[in-house]
């Protein structure tokens, strides 16, 4: 499948599990954004929609394999093709990854505590969501 046909394909989807949010007819609109680490990033969203709502984020790499919550695989897997696993990348930007993968790119996370640490299982990603409206901040790992 060509890559163009990849990504039109990937909007539709993102664009179908946006407008399952809402019992009536909504304008969706799709974009593609450049994202960290050259990776692409396709976005569904409903531009009128309360902010935290109503958005849908996949990250692809060059050969159209979609990453995070709405895609074919999960952030571990990218970290292996892309040989990630030693040296370790950036973690202030990978964690911006993380963000658009898992929370849509809407969640508060603190770059200031992210860190990779090496465990005898493998590798693990260290940071903190802050939850809204109450502050709390919750610690999370991503074991890969």
Same mark, same amino acid.
């Given at each position: 499948?060509?890559?163009?046909?990849?990504?039109?394909?990937?909007?539709?989807?993102?664009?179908?599990?946006?407008?399952?949010?809402?019992?009536?007819?909504?304008?969706?609109?799709?974009?593609?954004?450049? @994202?960290?680490?050259?990776?692409?990033?396709?976005? #569904?969203?409903?531009? !009128?929609?309360?902010? =935290?709502?109503?958005?849908?984020? *996949?990250?692809?790499?060059?050969?159209?394999?979609?990453?995070?919550?709405?895609?074919?695989?999960?952030?571990?897997?990218?970290?292996?093709?892309?040989?990630?696993?030693?040296?370790?990348?950036?973690?202030?930007?990978?964690?911006?990854?993380?963000?658009?993968?898992?929370?849509? @790119?809407?969640?508060?996370?603190?770059?200031?505590? #992210?860190?990779?640490? !090496?465990?005898?299982? =493998?590798?693990?990603?260290?940071? *903190?969501?802050?939850?809204?409206?109450?502050?709390?901040?919750?610690?999370?790992?991503?074991?890969?």
């Amino acid at each position: 499948m060509k890559l163009t046909r990849k990504i039109k394909k990937v909007q539709d989807e993102l664009k179908t599990k946006v407008a399952r949010e809402y019992r009536h007819p909504v304008e969706i609109s799709v974009r593609e954004e450049p @994202g960290p680490f050259g990776i692409k990033v396709i976005v #569904a969203c409903n531009p !009128k929609a309360h902010p =935290g709502t109503g958005m849908k984020k *996949v990250l692809m790499d060059d050969e159209g394999v979609t990453y995070g919550v709405h895609g074919e695989s999960d952030l571990a897997t990218l970290i292996r093709a892309k040989g990630w696993l030693n040296p370790t990348p950036d973690p202030k930007i990978f964690l911006r990854l993380v963000n658009l993968a898992y929370f849509d @790119g809407i969640a508060m996370l603190a770059d200031t505590e #992210a860190r990779f640490a !090496k465990t005898a299982k =493998g590798l693990e990603f260290h940071f *903190v969501k802050i939850e809204h409206p109450s502050g709390k901040r919750v610690k999370m790992t991503l074991s890969f």
